[in-house]
C-alpha cells in the first residue's frame, strides 16, 4: 500500500540544523510531485516545501527561503527537507505528502498520501 514515512526530527537549539527525510513506498515515486507541510499546536497545517518530480523545480514558503533546502532522490524514493538556522517559530510536526495532481499545491487536500509526521522542536 502507499506509505510515506518521515525520520529526522528531534529536539535542537535554535541557529541549528536538521535533515528530515521521507521513504516512499506503494507508488510509483518519479511521477508525483512531493511537498513538506508542518503543523504547530493548535495551528492548521501550512505548506513549507515542494519539489517537482524530477527534482529540478523547487518551491517554499516565503518564510522558509534561504534557511530550507527541499531534495529528492527518485532512484531510493526518498525526499529530504535540510533545514538551517532553525528558529523557535519552527517547533512543529513536519509531513511529507504526495501531490494528487500534476503539479504541487498549497493545499493539504490535493495530497492522496501523507506520513505519520515528524516532530522538530526548536530550543531558544
Known amino acids: 500500500q502507499v506509505q510515506l514515512v518521515e525520520s529526522g526530527g528531534g529536539l535542537v537549539q535554535a541557529a541549528g540544523s536538521l535533515r528530515l527525510s521521507c521513504a516512499a513506498s506503494?507508488?510509483?515515486?518519479?511521477?508525483?510531485?512531493l511537498a513538506w507541510f508542518r503543523q504547530a499546536p493548535g495551528e492548521e497545517r501550512e505548506f513549507v516545501a515542494a519539489?517537482?518530480?524530477?527534482?529540478?523545480?523547487?518551491y517554499y514558503t516565503e518564510f522558509v527561503k534561504g534557511r530550507f533546502t527541499i531534495s529528492r532522490d527518485n532512484a531510493v524514493n526518498l525526499v529530504y527537507l535540510q533545514i538551517h538556522s532553525l528558529k523557535p517559530e519552527d517547533t512543529a510536526v513536519y509531513y511529507c505528502?504526495?501531490?494528487?495532481?500534476?503539479?504541487?499545491?498549497?493545499?493539504?487536500?490535493?495530497?492522496?498520501?501523507w506520513g505519520r509526521g515528524i516532530q522538530v522542536t526548536v530550543s531558544s
Open positions: 506503494g507508488f510509483i515515486f518519479s511521477r508525483y510531485c
Open positions: 519539489i517537482s518530480q524530477s527534482g529540478l523545480s523547487t
Open positions: 505528502g504526495a501531490s494528487a495532481g500534476g503539479g504541487w499545491n498549497k493545499n493539504p487536500e490535493s495530497y492522496f498520501a
